[in-house]
């Protein structure tokens, strides 16, 4: 039996190992949307400011992590980030895309399938294609036509709402897949609105890891599918830009 003073050493340091475990490896997953050579917008970075982030990322020596390996959290350098696209925007082929090729960088994509080859402003499919046949872009899931499930609640029966979200979260994974020839078991939530019912219906249509768009940076704790991202905006400064990604 350990005298007291042998034990209060013991507890101790259980209480160190518990606070090293504690200081897991956190990492900022950074959201984008649009790129333009000149302007700017809430939603808009100038291809210029993004390379500046990117300069800015090399200079302080973060690794860019593609989403796939960030989420199974094994030998993740420190300090990373990860970036992601949502919403499929046609600049994301025309800007980003020769950004990602002549530095060798990881994106995921989070498109939703309607708007592909069908709105103006969307990527095609064939552009889909061409990024993902390059290994260094990863697509998955933004739902089916990225609809505001708060609204649709209000103004369908309980029924019809549970009917509509499996639509959303089924029809979006199998037309990406059957369309790309790649699995999709990641989501994104339109306008970060998720909740444990909109969970359930995820977990059931077979994704594993679903992203909000907010809460700061990602752990290997966090609610796997509620993964916290960071919004960029245009306009950003490189200053803003690295009060946002350190910790
Ligand atoms: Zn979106």
Redesign the pocket.
């Known amino acids: 039996m350990p005298s007291l003073g042998l034990r209060a050493v013991i507890a101790g340091l259980f209480c160190l190992l518990a606070g090293s475990a504690m200081a897991e490896p956190s990492v900022p997953v950074l959201v984008y949307?649009r790129f333009d050579p000149a302007k700017s917008g809430l939603t808009t970075v100038t291809t210029s400011a993004f390379e500046q982030q990117l300069d800015w990322l090399a200079a302080h020596h973060y690794s860019i992590v593609p989403l796939q390996s960030l989420v199974q959290w094994k030998n993740i350098p420190q300090p990373a980030v990860a970036i992601t696209v949502?919403?499929g925007h046609e600049s994301v082929f025309t800007q980003l895309y020769p950004i990602l090729r002549q530095r060798h960088i990881h994106v995921t994509l989070?498109i939703?399938p309607s708007a592909i080859s069908n709105a103006s402003y969307a990527l095609t499919w064939a552009q889909l294609d061409e990024m993902v046949k390059s290994g260094l872009v990863d697509v998955q899931s933004?739902t089916y036509w990225?609809p505001d499930f708060r609204q649709e609640r209000k103004k369908r029966t309980p029924a019809d709402y549970s009917a509509f979200v499996d639509m959303q979260l089924a029809r979006s994974k199998s037309v990406l897949e059957q369309k790309l020839g790649i699995s999709v078991t990641m989501l994104?939530w339109?306008?970060g609105i998720y909740d444990q019912d909109l969970e359930a219906a995820a977990r059931r249509a077979g994704y594993q890891w679903g992203f909000a768009f907010a809460g700061g940076q990602a752990q290997p704790g966090s609610d796997p599918l509620a993964i916290p991202r960071i919004p960029v905006s245009g306009g950003l400064s490189l200053s803003g830009f690295a009060a946002l990604v350190a910790k």
Do not use: K, L, S, T
Request: aromatic share 30%; charged share 20%.
């Open positions: 949307h949502d919403d989070f939703y933004h990225h994104a339109p306008y």
